[in-house]
């Protein structure tokens, strides 16, 4: 039931006396609350399929902070079918709400990120992805490497991704028989997505006519041309950047120890050999003035014999 009353504009539960959604007097929108402190807050939430979301954060000396996260399950407040666009978006982080926190080994994160592979690649779907070729990693890959930072959930994926080469409604048995150019790879029972002109229909795969035909559940409106997208899967993987990105600044940090060692040993040998250096010159200088000391000996016991010499002549 709408109630106007001097809250504002909500959503009366009658049954429980809550109001289930309001737009307060200032403008404020709240759902699942009849006080909200912001222009859009939501309290509550429902449990769903999980995927993994990210989120940049400018922290207050203006440097950007990412991260993301991923579940098997959790617990949605907002869910969208597609981007949501802001300038700055914080998730909490407070040491209070954390236990078992210890440090991690720099050596093992550094080889761990050794081991992840960096890959340009361009999504399948070009119509909702876009066309532009992208850096970034392959679950599958990532799952071998950091089993943790992996989940899996309940998708939609363009593994099919073709126009019908030929449609045929059956509208007394409300069933669309579909033919693709490829093999289509569905089982029965399988929930496909495919697009109408009507719009884009889930459907229940009803049968498997051949590895290019099957039947599936007839949608409402024009079914004349149908684009296939594919079916959905249970272990559709998502990233957790989060333990990613942390790994990666572990891997960063144990490089610059390993470099501040090796600047210390640098230094250390540099220093060393300085004094090597030092000790050398100062052997030679001594060698270099023995060397002097008997070049002026034998000159002296030279002139000393030619000398005598002549004294002995006359």
Known sequence: MINNSNQGLGAWDSDNGVYRMIIAPNGNVGIGTASPDYPLEVSGSSSGDACDYAYYSIKGDGSVYYGSTTSTSQNYSIVTSSRIKAYSFHAVSDRRIKNNVQHSNGKNELALINKIEVVDYQYIDKVEKGNITKKGFIAQQIEEVLPNAVGKSKAFIPDIYKEATAVVVDSAAKTITV????????????????????????????SILSDNKFTVQKPEGDCSEVFVYGKK??????????????????????????????????????????????????????????????????????????????????
């Open 233 to 314: 899967v249970d272990d559709f993987r998502a990233i957790d950047y989060d333990q990613v990105f942390s790994a990666g600044i572990g891997a960063i940090q144990e490089l610059s120890r390993q470099n501040d060692e090796l600047k210390q040993t640098i230094e250390n040998l540099q220093n060393a050999n300085t004094a090597l250096k030092a000790e050398k010159d100062a052997e030679i200088q001594d060698l270099q003035q023995r060397l002097n000391s008997l070049e002026i000996l034998m000159k002296n016991v030279l002139i000393k014999n030619d000398t005598e010499r002549t004294a002995a002549v006359k």
């Open 179 to 206: 033919s693709t150019p490829v093999e289509h790879n569905l089982q029965k029972g399988d929930m496909l997505r495919f697009i109408t002109p009507g719009g884009t229909h889930e459907k229940e795969v009803l």
